[in-house]
């Protein structure tokens, strides 16, 4: 078991046996049932992870530490990851738990060699429903409670160890007392926001290393376009959640056509000279927003450009396929 999986799951326990009996977010974790045991059957890796003690550690065993995992699985389905968002963010899980979550799978996929576009459309689509309120600094409820205890211990401090100057100089006092709130305030606000910030840039390192992974397959014809126009819509999706902003999001579109020019380079010639042609007219008509956003420097190329070239490059290799030349 590595280092992370050892931390994640040290963590997951300690979590746990700290919740009180009578917590209604953790009611799955009440029982307990025996492990399942199929070291040999690649079928554990579709069973749905049990949010117990001996689940967690069932799927972490069995089917996460399995070297199968990273190159039979994970490319085609991201399922796993998915259940521990879901989960966390159904029982009001802590952000430190969300951002272990991320970490250990963002590791994970640096054991594949692809992933396939169908896994990441499925993980993409619940995402802004479950990390928004993860990925936005709210000044939650939690918090002004925390804010208030460390206030009030602030007071006590202050009075027990100032009472004579409050009594000489009340001016000066409450001046000094001012300050150390000031500071109080000013500290927890910094860390509150920095957990979110922290968390946020996970998801995009997540999401960067799939996207550059990402392949389509070649006998999908159009609809290997028509899916890298439903990721572009699933970033904006994003980045109307402020999970990502939007130089982020242009750098994701950038991603997102270098990998498909990648796609085309390498399995042109099984492409069809209508597919090209469609692609073509669709960038030319200039409708497709995330190829109108502007670049961020005057001189680059942009990203019309860059499909365009990738295309004529496309049309060749179909030509010289058609005619024997390669094969």
Not at 129 to 134: E, F, G, I, K, V
Not at 239 to 252: M, S
Not at 303 to 322: G, P, V
Request: net charge negative; with cysteine; hydrophobic share 40%.
């Amino acid at each position: 078991m590595n280092y992370h999986t050892s931390f994640f799951l040290l963590f997951l326990f300690s979590f746990i046996l700290n919740v009180k009996a009578d917590s209604n977010q953790f009611k799955l974790l009440q029982s307990e049932e025996t492990c399942y045991e199929e070291p040999g059957a690649l079928t554990v890796f579709y069973l749905p992870i049990k949010f117990t003690r001996t689940g967690i550690r069932c799927f972490l065993k069995h089917a996460f530490n399995r070297p199968e995992y990273a190159t039979e699985f994970l490319p085609y389905n991201f399922t796993h990851i998915v259940q521990f968002l879901e989960y966390g963010s159904k029982t009001e899980q802590s952000i430190i738990y969300m951002q272990s979550i991320v970490r250990l799978f963002y590791n994970k996929l640096k054991a594949t060699h692809f992933i396939t576009s169908y896994a990441l459309h499925e993980f993409l689509k619940p995402l802004p429903r479950l990390l928004q309120t993860y990925c936005t600094y709210q000044q939650s409820n939690n918090f002004f409670s925390q804010l208030k205890t460390s206030l009030n211990d602030l007071f006590y401090t202050s009075f027990l160890k100032g009472f004579s100057l409050f009594k000489k100089n009340p001016d000066a006092f409450f001046d000094d007392l001012s300050e150390s709130i000031l500071e109080e305030v000013r500290d927890n606000v910094t860390d509150n926001h920095l957990d979110h910030e922290q968390f946020r840039q996970s998801i995009i390192r997540f999401l960067e290393i799939t996207i550059n992974k990402l392949i389509w397959c070649p006998s999908d014809g159009i609809d290997s376009w028509k899916s890298v126009k439903l990721f572009a819509y699933q970033f904006e999706k994003l980045h109307e959640a402020d999970i990502i902003d939007e130089d982020e999001l242009d750098d994701f579109y950038r991603s997102l056509v270098e990998r498909f020019c990648y796609f085309l380079n390498v399995h042109g010639s099984s492409i069809t000279l209508e597919t090209v042609e469609i692609i073509r007219k669709e960038i030319a008509s200039k409708k497709l927003h995330f190829l109108k956003l502007e670049e961020r420097e005057t001189y680059l190329e942009t990203k019309s450009k860059r499909l365009e070239r990738a295309l004529l490059t496309t049309e060749a290799k179909i030509h010289a396929h058609a005619q024997g030349i390669v094969t």
